[in-house]
């Protein structure tokens, strides 16, 4: 692998000269394209114009990002901006080490591959493309340009965003590539899967299954000497600012958003709620006002400050955070949304 980092931190570093004057912009992109803006951005807006494919989009996120942290616990992948410093290579033969600038999302704590922003963007951007080509199947047979343009967008989404997270540092090429091709793919095997049949226990279950596969695959590394947690030191040790370093960049931190999101659908698509609204025909001005209230409700959650005196109180926060945004989003927000329209009607 010391051959291909080296390829790939001087594919990095003539990025980064070509290019430093767009940081801001680079820094912008990986911001927007972060795999937790699936859960609070995405799946909300889709879900509320279409129950469909947002619901399909919902369980290829929470698939994708659990593929995602087993792999990074699995692959042991680095990551550039500490790699230069610790890498044999570089240390002790002579060989200076290569100036890698550092910006501040580049101190990302876990495994460096696959990205998950990639393999995110990859699976979320497939399902919107696929299912909006898929709908408008009439219109796309009769100029075949509107599929041609729809796939170009989707690849040139992903150049841009491998890109960016190559450009700050947090990745190496070959992470990004990987990523996309895995969350391609995975959006393409799930995009048919049948959901409707599956009641609270089925979600519990997979919800319990995640979480021990999770389990078991931490448990695999430390019984093989292999620290699960060996990037945070590294993270830690090589941030040039100790700001930069936040725990919910951490492995961990990503189970309990998946987890937590899988239970919360759960409990939201088998709901009398949903069971209620989800027969109904909402208007546009109805979809337009669950998705800026789902979307404000998901977002203002990010000011949440969580107590990090005991880290399983922390994670279990996040955890049903997540869980209660998921079931906002999916039955009490459209639910009441229907509500005002129907006082609206009575008024009127």
């Known amino acids: 692998m010391e051959t291909i980092y080296q390829t790939d931190v001087a594919i990095i570093e003539v990025l980064q000269s070509w ?12 911001n927007i394209f972060d795999p937790r803006y699936a859960f609070l951005l995405y799946s909300p807006i889709v879900f509320s114009m279409d129950w469909f494919i947002g619901r399909k989009l919902m369980w290829v996120v929470v698939a994708v990002e659990w593929m995602n942290h087993l ?3 699995l692959l042991h992948g680095e990551r550039p901006y500490w790699w230069v410093h610790e890498a044999d290579v570089y240390n002790g033969k002579g060989v200076p080490v290569p100036n890698i600038y550092q910006f501040s999302l580049t101190c990302e704590t876990g495994p460096g591959s696959p990205s998950g922003h990639s393999q995110i963007t990859a699976a979320v951007w497939y399902v919107i493309f696929d299912s909006f080509l898929e709908k408008y199947h009439a219109e796309v047979e009769k100029d075949d340009r509107i599929r041609k343009i729809c796939w170009v967008a989707y690849f040139f ?6 890109a960016s997270r190559i450009f700050i540092a947090a990745h190496f090429p070959h992470q990004c590539l990987f990523g996309m091709f895995l969350g391609w793919q995975v959006a393409k095997q799930l995009k048919n899967i049948n959901q409707k049949s599956f009641n609270v226990l089925y979600y519990c279950a997979f919800t319990a299954g995640m979480f021990t596969s999770a389990f078991i695959v931490f448990e695999f590394l430390e019984i093989i000497g292999s620290d699960p947690m060996w990037t945070i030191e590294r993270a830690v040790k090589w941030c040039a600012n100790p700001e930069n ?24 698509f088998n709901s009398y709620s949903f069971a209620k609204h989800s027969k109904e025909n909402f208007t546009m001005p109805m979809k337009t ?20 005196e005991n880290m399983v109180y922390f994670y279990f926060q996040a955890f049903a955070l997540n869980a209660f945004l998921a079931y906002a989003v999916i039955a009490v927000i459209p639910n009441m949304v229907a509500l005002i329209w129907k006082m609206k009607e009575k008024i009127s």
Do not use: N
């Open 19 to 30: 290019l430093l004057q767009y940081e801001k912009v680079f820094i912008s992109i990986s």
């Open 157 to 162: 989404l992903l150049a841009t965003i491998g």
């Open 289 to 308: 006002a669950c998705a800026a209230w789902s979307v404000g409700t998901c977002l203002l959650s990010e000011t949440i400050t969580f107590s990090k």
């Open 245 to 268: 370093v936040h725990l919910d960049t951490t492995p961990l931190f990503a189970m309990m958003r998946y987890c937590g999101f899988m239970l919360g659908m759960g409990f939201g």
């Open 71 to 73: 792999l990074k616990w």
